[in-house]
């Protein structure tokens, strides 16, 4: 691969607005001009493109020599077209640019778009072509746009000046029905000197830029008959691979179908299976269910018909026998014993305390402002003697009736 700087001079001129190159001239060279970048900068990482216009008020570098492709791109966008091109003067701010290059192991080459006619005389070109010889300069020309026989002549005469070894080139572009890009592609401009790689470079070019190219797969068999064999049998290679891939998940889907259905067969007998189990033991369960009920309302019939007193003795009876196996129960029944018995003793001795007519009238008159002899106070002591009484008479048979 070469290693070169390169310097596209583009003519942005009045005559560039003609519409016998689709969409126009202008257009047509921009189109170009973004193919060549994209070749020339995938062709080797560290090739550089600069980009320059020859007409309007003066020659003007958009960029200067980068390998920035994006860069290279943007510059071409809202470029004014107006004024003559000076060829002349375009090419050596061209020379001017690549003498100043970062990288002095690059070739250096100019390419020229001369789509307008040409003022300058034939042997200031021929001085210019011999300049850029001497300085070791390539020069490629576009020829295109306006048919002068003196254009023709002038360009040829300043390619035949700076020709050094067959590095220098002209490609004439009539106007037709073809794209300027797509008549490029094929000529030394894109395929250089020889180079191995560079027809790859160039197709890679028109499909980055969108050109189109009108062989299988971008690429030209004739140019590069190795990669367009190559490209064929990876694309064979690739198809026949999708048809097993595509008839390999086929038979895989049919088996799948297959054996989605014998489980499902499978299951839906064991699902019955289970279901029959299932209501056999719901059944069992509610039938035992129906004898736990009927046993305990046969129980509770009888225990309900059965003798209270019976009741009462078996009650006492477990009482008891809960007692004897039971020592703290047997010491917390006889607590309550005693404290029910003291309560009695106790009101016993009340109920005698208001039954003694003296002690309570000493009260009484003890008290301030109440007096004894008062017949409400007489009436009230009165009705608690005579509810005393009875109650104290049913304690003394008490005690009877416990000794007999």
């Known amino acids: ?49 600069g980009v320059l216009t020859m007409a309007g008020k003066g020659v003007r570098v958009l960029v200067t020599p980068t390998s920035d492709l994006g860069k290279i791109l943007a510059c071409m966008h809202g470029l004014e077209i107006g004024g003559d091109m000076n060829l002349a003067a375009g090419i050596q701010v061209a020379q001017l640019a690549l003498k100043h290059r970062q990288n002095k192991k690059q070739q250096q080459r100019i390419i020229v778009f001369a789509g307008s006619p040409i003022k300058h005389e034939k042997k200031l070109l021929e001085m210019i072509g011999r300049k850029l010889k001497k300085n070791s300069v390539a020069l490629d020309i576009v020829n295109f746009g306006e048919e002068d026989d003196a254009k023709t002549e002038k360009l040829e005469a300043l390619l035949a000046a700076v020709n050094n070894n067959d590095t220098s080139h002209i490609v004439h572009v009539p106007p037709g029905p073809n794209a300027l890009s ?20 160039a197709a890679a070019a028109a499909a ?12 030209d068999p004739n140019l590069d008959p190795e990669l367009a064999l190559a490209l064929r049998v990876s694309m064979e290679e690739e198809r026949a691979r999708q048809e097993a891939a595509a008839k390999k998940a086929a038979e895989d889907a049919a088996k799948q179908e297959k054996g989605e259905g014998q489980t499902s067969g499978t299951q839906d007998a064991t699902m019955s299976e289970h279901a029959s189990v299932a209501t056999s ?124």
């Open 1 to 49: 691969m070469v290693l070169e700087a390169t310097m596209i001079c583009i003519d942005n001129s009045e005559w560039m607005r003609n519409g016998d190159y689709a969409p126009s001239r202008f257009q047509a060279q921009a189109d170009a001009v973004n193919l060549i970048c994209g070749a020339k900068t995938q062709s080797n990482p560290e090739n550089t493109v």
């Open 182 to 201: 797509d008549v490029l592609i094929s000529t030394p401009i894109f395929t250089g000197d020889g180079e191995g790689g560079s027809g790859f470079a």
């Open 208 to 219: 980055a830029a969108g050109g189109v190219t009108g062989f299988e797969f971008g690429v």
């Open 281 to 404: 033991e719901a059944e069992n369960k509610t039938n035992d269910l129906m004898d736990d009920d009927n046993a305990l309302l046969q129980q509770a019939l009888a225990m309900s018909m059965d003798d209270p007193v019976s009741g009462h003795e078996v009650r006492d009876t477990d009482m008891s026998e809960a007692v004897a196996d039971d020592p703290e129960l047997a010491l917390a029944l006889q607590l309550s014993v005693q404290d029910s018995t003291k309560d009695s003793t106790s009101q016993s001795d009340m109920n005698k305390l208001l039954t003694d007519q003296s002690f309570v009238s000493s009260i009484l008159a003890s008290l301030p402002g109440v007096d004894p002899n008062d017949p409400s106070v007489k009436d009230l002591l009165a009705s608690m003697q005579s509810q005393s009484e009875p109650q104290q008479k049913k304690e003394d048979k008490a005690p009877n009736e416990e000794e007999k």
